[in-house]
């Protein structure tokens, strides 16, 4: 039985607007919903009205590791140039994720009419009946998710790297590099993230296998410093880069299939074409039916710096620096919407149906910089 000078009442029921009650036994009406009090040299927060959204630790958890492999080749082709090789294999195991002890079912597929209902969990249920007999009956259920950390991630990279490089010889040195990828796993790569399969306390992560989000399955740069003869002191610097695109995930926002409360399920495999005209419009093809099984636009940017250093007396000498950021003026586009709100999602092929495979953001304004050092 709370004591009013224990504790600071923040929210009461107020009886007087309800029927009379015959299992109501407090005398004096008193039924604090929500209260706060001092505990130790902190303070408490209760509430009866449920509890909002919690992320429990795991006396089991561990931390991940990655194992890498490597092999390569490296050869001189002349006096000042020399070409490799090398072969990157790296096992991610025991990562962290997070199962949900309270998930959720929906009463039909349809997202529009289905109703959400929390179910629990073995674990939940047990810890809550642990906090009710700790702090009384009235604790009241969790009705947000309650997340727990689990080992269960694991990713495989698979990276061919490529280099011809020239060392400064010439007035010039240059560097080409190309890089071929491949990370998969049964989650993202990004964080300790849900399963957006789990079903009950079963992840289903094979459901959940594919690209992870940083995937960028082929990368190429070319990069170099120069100085410019008969000039007296200009140079010039240059990276170029081009990545194909990232992943994303292609599904359907208006059904839940598998009844869990997230519509996470791929659209089927095939072609998606632009619903634009234009020679620009964006497609997909050859669309694979998984977790990010779709690929956004490529990137492009090149980067320069023009730098001249300006003698002065005592050995002195001023460095001048323009740095050109995208000097191309190169426009990047971001993924396009991958979520279609209608029923008929599974089975559409068209791209730019509401959000559907539109681009909405873009970057690659050309920027400049200006800067000087004095060395002395």
Do not use: C
Not at 265 to 274: D, M, R, V
Not at 287 to 301: D, H, L, Q, T
Not at 333 to 351: D, E, I, Q, W, Y
């Amino acid at each position: 039985m709370h004591r009013r000078d224990k504790i600071r009442v923040l929210l009461r029921l107020d009886l007087s607007k309800m029927p009379p009650n015959s299992e109501l036994h407090r005398k004096d009406g008193d039924f604090p919903l929500a209260w706060a009090r001092t505990y130790g040299n902190g303070r408490v927060f209760y509430s009866a009205l449920g509890h909002a959204a919690a992320t429990w630790d795991n006396p089991d958890r561990v931390n991940g590791h990655t194992d890498q492999f490597t092999v390569g080749y490296e050869r001189q082709i002349a006096n000042n140039m020399s070409v490799s090789a090398d072969y990157v294999h790296e096992m991610g195991r025991d990562l962290l994720m997070a199962i949900n002890l309270n998930p959720q079912v929906r009463s039909n597929p349809s997202t529009t009419t289905g109703t959400l209902t929390r179910v629990g969990s073995p674990t939940l249920t047990s810890a809550l009946q642990a906090l009710q007999a700790k702090y009384g009956p009235s604790f009241g259920n969790f009705t947000a998710n309650v997340t727990q950390f689990v080992n269960t991630g694991q990713i495989d990279y698979d990276g061919l790297m490529l280099q011809l490089k020239k060392r400064f010889s010439h007035n010039y040195s240059a560097q080409v590099s190309y890089t071929l990828g491949n990370s998969r796993g049964n989650y993202s790569g990004s964080g300790a993230p849900l399963s957006n399969f789990q079903v009950g306390q079963d992840m289903h992560l094979d459901l959940n296998q594919g690209p992870t989000d940083n995937d960028i399955r082929h990368n190429f740069t070319v990069s170099g410093t120069a100085l410019v003869p008969k000039t007296h002191g200009l140079n010039v610097s240059w990276v170029a880069r081009a990545l194909s695109g990232s992943p994303f995930s292609l599904t359907n926002s208006a059904v839940d299939p598998d009844l869990n409360g997230i519509q996470a399920e791929p659209l089927a495999a095939g072609s998606y074409a632009a619903a634009s005209t234009a020679t620009d419009a964006f497609g997909l093809k050859s669309y694979k039916s998984e977790r990010n099984g779709a690929r956004g636009p490529g990137f492009f940017e090149m980067d320069m710096r023009f730098g001249y250093r300006v003698p002065l007396a005592r050995q002195r000498y001023v460095e001048l620096a323009v740095d050109v950021f995208n000097m191309t003026n190169h426009t990047n586009f971001a993924n396009p919407g991958g979520s279609l709100p209608g029923p008929g999602a599974n089975t559409a092929t068209v791209f730019g149906t509401s959000s559907f495979g539109n681009i909405t953001a873009a970057s690659g304004n050309r920027n400049i910089q200006l800067g000087a050092k004095l060395l002395f």
